[in-house]
């Protein structure tokens, strides 16, 4: 028998109580129906796991286990499955992983498709949880990783910031290329560092998707004059490519031609300076 269900109207034969891992006791039921033994002897059962449990009505649930080689077979491939994820985990201790952005996302790969084959897998119940807790757990680390990183990039990219702040003689226009990899959050906030800057235009290459985040602002002074944050974005979409849009204050774009990085912040100076001349 690969199964043992509990079925409402049974002729039992003998009974003996076994113990799962998780020493939950379950009856095993040796038990004749139409008058045919489905069970010679209880040692018949071999191994048993618990491969799922449900609710089938109000304050009833049904438990399903597996026994003899289908036991056996759900063992070895919660075994499998978990020797993979250790061999994981020893990738995972490495906080340098997340410099090599390949290497790293390859790692969030593995440890999902994991986690994918074990949900659909036909395993011991308490294995399968054990194998989705672990691997929610190397998740979490490397998106600590992640944030770390990110927030590294942020603290230089203010640092950045305050060192054009602390010039004496602030421009009126300001293009500046910030460190790659910083996110909308992080220049946002260098920007409203440049407050006695009339009109910043920031931009930051993304090394991982290989495009350009471009930000700016201008005050109203500037905006009553004839110059507009999304004109002025619009003007470099037109060497970056990508999709821009915003307010006459404040607009962004995401680029796509990195390789006219240095072309766009030519064209950003030129047209600032005209719009406000």
């Excluded at 305050?162 to 300001?174: D, G, H, M, S, Y």
Aim: glycine share 6%.
């Amino acid at each position: 028998m690969s199964q043992v269900r509990v079925l409402s109207t049974l002729h039992f034969l003998a009974k003996r109580q076994v113990r799962t891992r998780t020493d939950i006791p379950i009856w095993v039921f040796i038990y004749k129906k139409d008058m045919q033994d489905h069970l010679q002897n209880v040692s018949h059962i071999g191994r048993i796991v618990i491969s799922s449990e449900e609710a089938i009505a109000k304050g009833i649930r049904r438990i399903v286990a597996l026994t003899g080689p289908e036991a056996d077979r759900a063992i070895a491939r919660a075994d499998r499955l978990e020797a993979r994820l250790v061999e994981e985990s020893k990738s995972v201790q490495n906080k340098d992983l997340v410099a090599n952005k390949e290497k790293f996302k390859a790692l969030q790969k593995k440890i999902q498709e994991i986690v994918d084959e074990a949900n659909g897998a036909q395993l011991p119940y308490w294995r399968k949880d054990a194998i989705r807790e672990t691997a929610k757990g190397l998740q979490k680390t490397l998106d600590g990783y992640a944030k770390a990183e990110q927030a590294a990039v942020a603290e230089k990219v203010l640092g950045e910031a305050k060192e054009l702040a602390a010039v004496a003689e602030q421009p009126t226009v300001l293009v500046h290329v910030f460190s790659s990899n910083a996110n909308s959050k992080a220049i946002d906030n260098a920007l409203k560092l440049l407050k006695d800057t009339k009109a910043v235009m920031a931009f930051s290459v993304n090394e991982d998707s290989g495009k350009v985040l471009c930000m700016a602002k201008v005050d109203k002074t500037l905006v009553s004059g004839g110059l507009k944050a999304n004109e002025w974005i619009n003007e470099v979409c037109t060497v970056l490519g990508g999709k821009g849009g915003g307010k006459d204050a404040n607009a962004q774009l995401t680029g796509e031609n990195v390789d006219k990085l240095d072309a766009a912040v030519e064209l950003a100076r030129k047209f600032a300076l005209t719009a406000i001349n």
